[in-house]
């Protein structure tokens, strides 16, 4: 009578021993695994040879043929590999449910120096981390039709953006169409990218933030950003059109509510993928309006950018980056704010090299530009912000299944407000330690 007690506790436990036992069994190799950052994003990972997949019912581990390779993406390991040009991503053109995902930690310090009397230089240690565990439901016809959804769900550990710090979800949405032809997907997501930062100045970084201040904002790189990413209370949804394998279309919207205001967006982006050469261009306008019925406060976003980049497979990549942005901004009382209402512009650019075999270095510069409307007749201009933005990356494979990145960085802003302020300067120096494992 015992042993019958316990038999529907086991019938219910085997499902879940044998997933555990899939999760550990057989890892993936990391250079058999395709991975997504960017700046934009986030990485990604899963196997890259269908050998040792393991499967638990419908449930398997995402198979090489999921990470899309029509055309080369980069050099194997580099910042361009990491990302997939507008590709259908995850390609999986059968009914199941795939896993992915990606595991990394930061630990790392900067200085910054600030030259105005009323501030401190600070100095400012860090160790964050991120998982992401990947879920993608798919159904899939043989006559090529699909309905796919995708949930990323994510461990943080005191990263230094304002966000939980035990967990959230980044992805979450669902799409349906035809491969390799065209779909329609709303819900969470970062849009294509265009503005491609290289192997630094990662999402979530001190690098990224540069030189910041406590008096003024220091300008970010605008890269056709405004609505690229996920913020909060906003969703997204675009149609993708695949003409041809080297050529590709995004026209793609955001609405919801943002910080308080109602927004909507339109954001098409065209990528020219010929493998050893791609052309992207994009373009953006987001309406930002008050959700009082009387209220006047209303922000206007727009801007367009492009990007050139090269890859000689498997030494070498290269890319160049130039956005240019207007914000419009009127306040509650309806008068126009005009620290608010600005243009900006952002040029860079990047390389990355493969030493040997698993030793790649990259290296890249950005500089971004900022003037406001806030205008001082004893001066005879706007305010002026500056920003530049320089790394050196060192990256290495250990033993197939870990990728072991070091990165230094310098930032300098330049700040130039009016009537009567201080124009001064900020500097940082950075370094991080990134231990990353895709899976």
């Known amino acids: 009578m015992r042993s019958q007690r316990k038999m529907p506790f086991l019938h219910c436990a085997l499902p879940f021993v044998s997933l555990a036992a899939w999760l550990v069994a057989s890892p993936a190799r990391a250079d058999e695994a395709q991975n997504r950052n960017g700046g934009h994003a986030e990485d990604s990972g899963a196997p890259s040879t269908d050998t040792g997949t393991q499967i638990v019912g419908p449930i398997e581990r995402m198979p090489p043929s999921a990470f899309p390779q029509d055309r080369v993406r980069g050099i194997y390991g580099g910042s361009l590999w990491s990302i997939f040009h507008g590709m259908q991503w995850p390609y999986y053109p059968k009914t199941g449910i795939g896993v992915s995902g990606y595991v990394w930690i930061d630990s790392g310090y900067e200085h910054i120096s600030r030259e105005n009397p009323t501030e401190q230089g600070t100095k400012y240690w860090l160790q964050q981390g991120r998982l992401v565990l990947r879920v993608t439901p798919t159904w899939s016809t043989r006559g090529g039709y699909f309905v796919q959804g995708q949930a990323e769900l994510v461990a943080n550990k005191d990263q230094s953006q304002a966000q939980p710090n035990i967990g959230d979800t980044d992805d979450i949405w669902i799409k349906a169409g035809k491969w390799k032809s065209f779909d329609v997907q709303l819900g969470r997501y970062e849009g294509w990218e265009v503005y491609h930062f290289g192997m630094g100045l990662d999402l979530y970084t001190l690098e990224r933030n540069g030189a910041t201040d406590t008096v003024y904002s220091v300008p970010q790189i605008y890269g056709v950003t405004y609505a690229f990413y996920r913020p909060a209370g906003v969703g997204q949804a675009a149609l993708h059109l695949y003409p041809t394998d080297y050529l590709r279309f995004e026209l793609g919207t955001q609405f919801g509510n943002e910080f308080g205001q109602n927004t909507l967006a339109g954001r098409p982006v065209g990528i020219l993928d010929l493998g050893v050469l791609k052309v992207k261009v994009g373009a953006e306008y987001k309406k930002l309006t008050d959700q009082a019925d009387n209220g006047q406060d209303e922000k206007t976003e727009r801007g367009l950018g492009a990007a050139i980049q090269a890859v000689i497979d498997p030494y070498f990549e290269v890319g160049v980056n130039g956005a240019y942005a207007l914000v419009d901004h009127v306040s509650q009382d309806g008068t126009v704010d005009q620290k608010g209402s600005f243009t900006t512009y952002s040029v860079g650019g990047f390389a990355n090299a493969r030493i040997v075999e698993d030793l790649l270095v990259g290296v890249g510069l950005d500089y971004t530009y900022l003037e406001d409307t806030h205008f001082d007749p004893m001066l005879g201009r706007n305010e002026i912000f ?43 120096l950075s370094g991080r330690l990134r231990l990353q494992y895709l899976f």
Request: charged share 15%; hydrophobic share 50%; no cysteine.
């Open 386 to 428: 500056k920003h530049t933005q320089a790394f050196g990356a060192v990256q290495y494979l250990l033993a197939k299944q870990l990728f072991i990145k070091a990165v230094v960085a310098y930032a300098r802003g330049y700040f130039a407000p009016n009537f009567g302020s201080l124009v001064y300067s900020d500097e940082m």
